[in-house]
């Protein structure tokens, strides 16, 4: 009925093929920089010196409380790259860190993120928290490096939340069911003081690792003001575009409906 | 300015429309339209100009979208946070929606040739009574017209939504329609304003920020965010076509991740119903007491829903035949 459908298709099929194509070029081309860059320095490129975090956060008008990192796919499973993250996240001062993915990979990692956390060198307590389907919270506090060196002195406690689908809308299907059985009027602050998030504020950035930008069931309730960011994947994730994030987000103006 | 336009597409528009359809094309458009101030302060005019070309931006979106297949539109046109803008603002936006709105009941007959369903979603208690009688109207007139949907957000925030839902679900379990046991997910996304409604498969937010701002929170987990930075009146089919490209390019990861949560909260029900089981009948429990469990249940969840959707429209009647008598 239409001569033309096999044309549109192969058009179709040619232009996905050719944004695949430029992604992937432009892949590459991020994966023999960070090669050169490796070469050149002898560095360890994921290591940033703590004092160059402190000094690019003075720069920027405010920076986030809470930070979401959504993981798409594979990419919860870089625990040692997500470690990194933190720190840096910590090095901005941030006091509550999100960790998501959908199944729970997260969360059954749990010991090789605790041991990862343990190695980073940084002089904070980590305090490591998430939730099991009985809604009983699972914590471990586990000390970074140089904190572990000089023990007495007190130091910045962390949160970092390891989250799973269960947490988002069936956190809330279950705190409807608690709300109910009381039978009384029900309140905004009410059901936030049944969500696993109690005592935090929300997520100000969360940044979704790995394509598209989607919250995919990210904390519902929680993100209503959240800005979202995204970084195609773990390995392509580097301070620069950490930085770059956390700049944006500081220029932004929030309004709140004015 | 009519709610159903009709343009003739260019022959470069209509190739790459027919290019787009040739893949998956998303069934729910979610839309926040941001920029109409900014876009007035830039062309020099007054804040409502903005706006009313906002609307007219609308308009043709909905139309650009039956073109494309994308059959149910939502758009975020006031937040209940938006009540706190200065009174002329708020005034002149309602003034807004009260033509819009006479104008849609002008062009009922129109709307039911094409098909437009359009529901209101959002607290309508919060509106003024004027508005929230033309909008009664509104959804009554075109509730029955099912080929394609407009669901527009006014006086709504997610956190609302959330809020009442749940209250709708106490007052049932209180007059012992329902069961505490039965509350679960897909209940309670029933209860929501948008009811009924498929999740949007794509979000597009226009002027650059990148937050949801309390639209659609619930509904938009497993949807693909497109952020551009165009302001909302200089929209054009191409930004458009650009976000359904983008949604194309992650349609497989975004599907696999709404399948998967579906059957995870399946699992949850299926869990819950034969501990429920355990409870009533002890340890001796055989699967059919609880397929007859489940069975009581879902009756029971279909009960209430039904008359859940009775009150509502009891209650858009009432609204309507306000100020007659």
């Known amino acids: ?258 | 300015m009519t709610w159903i336009v009709e343009q003739d597409r260019t022959w470069a528009e209509w190739a790459a429309l027919r290019v787009l359809r040739v893949g998956p094309v998303p069934n729910h458009l979610a839309i926040i339209m941001d920029g109409n101030r900014r876009f007035a302060r830039k062309e020099h005019k007054d804040t409502l100009a903005g706006h009313t070309q906002g609307f007219h931006k609308l308009t043709e979106v909905l139309c650009w979208c039956r073109d494309l297949g994308i059959n149910e539109v939502t758009a975020y046109a006031f937040s209940i946070e938006n009540f706190k803008r200065s009174k002329q603002e708020v005034d002149g936006l309602m003034d807004l929606a009260a033509e819009k709105f006479a104008k849609l009941l002008e062009e009922k007959e129109k709307l039911a040739k094409h098909g437009v369903c359009i529901r209101v979603i959002g607290d309508l208690d919060l509106l003024p009574p004027r508005i929230r009688k033309l909008t009664a109207e509104a959804i009554l007139a075109t509730r029955l017209n099912t080929k394609c949907f407009l669901n527009l957000a006014l006086a709504y925030t997610s956190r609302e939504e959330i809020t009442s839902a749940m209250n709708q679900l106490s007052q049932g379990v209180d007059k012992g329609e329902l069961l505490t046991s039965d509350i679960c997910e897909e209940l309670l996304e029933k209860c929501l304003h948008t009811r009924g409604s498929r999740d949007p498969d794509l979000l597009v937010r226009t002027s650059g920020e990148v937050r949801l701002s309390d639209f659609l929170l619930w509904q938009s987990g497993f949807s693909c965010l497109f952020f551009t930075k165009v302001l909302w009146p200089e929209f054009t089919i191409w930004h458009l076509f650009g976000a359904v490209f983008y949604y194309q390019r992650h349609y497989h990861t975004l599907t696999a991740a709404r399948q998967e949560s579906l059957a995870l909260r399946q699992c949850i029900v299926e869990e819950s119903d034969i501990e429920n089981c355990h409870v009533k009948f002890g340890e001796k429990v055989s699967q059919e007491h609880i397929s007859a469990y489940t069975s009581a249940r879902q009756e029971r969840v279909q009960n209430f829903l039904s008359n859940l959707h009775k009150i509502r429209i009891d209650n858009l009647q009432q609204i309507s035949n306000e100020g007659e008598d």
């Open chain 1, 1 to 258: 009925m239409d001569v033309l459908l096999p044309v549109f298709q192969l058009l179709y099929f040619v232009a996905h093929f050719l944004a695949s194509l430029a992604l992937s070029v432009i892949d590459t081309f991020f994966h023999l920089h960070r090669l050169l860059l490796r070469v050149y320095s002898f560095l360890v490129l994921a290591r940033v010196p703590p004092g160059r975090l402190q000094a690019d956060a003075a720069q920027l008008k405010k920076v986030p409380q809470h930070l979401g990192l959504v993981c798409v796919g594979q990419q919860a499973h870089h625990v040692a790259q997500l470690s990194t993250v933190i720190s840096w996240a910590i090095g901005y001062g941030v006091h509550y860190v999100s960790l998501y993915d959908a199944h729970g990979v997260l969360k059954r990692k749990r010991p090789a993120l605790l041991g990862a956390l343990r190695e980073s060198d940084s002089d904070v307590l980590y305090n490591v928290v998430s939730y099991g389907r009985d809604r009983h919270p699972d914590r471990d506090v586990v000390a970074g490096k140089r904190a572990e060196a000089n023990g007495t002195t007190r130091h910045r406690e962390i949160t970092v939340n390891l989250l799973s689908q269960a947490d988002g809308r069936s956190n809330l299907a279950s705190a409807a069911r608690r709300l109910c059985s009381e039978g009384c009027k029900i309140t905004a602050a009410m059901i936030e003081s049944r969500l696993v998030t109690l005592g935090q504020p929300d997520p100000d950035v969360v940044i979704t690792i790995g394509e598209p930008i989607s919250t995919l069931g990210f904390l519902p309730w929680q993100v209503r003001l959240s800005e979202f960011f995204s970084t195609p994947s773990l390995s392509r994730f580097e301070y620069n575009s950490f930085q770059t994030i956390l700049r944006r987000y500081s220029k932004c103006e929030q309004r709140f409906g004015k």
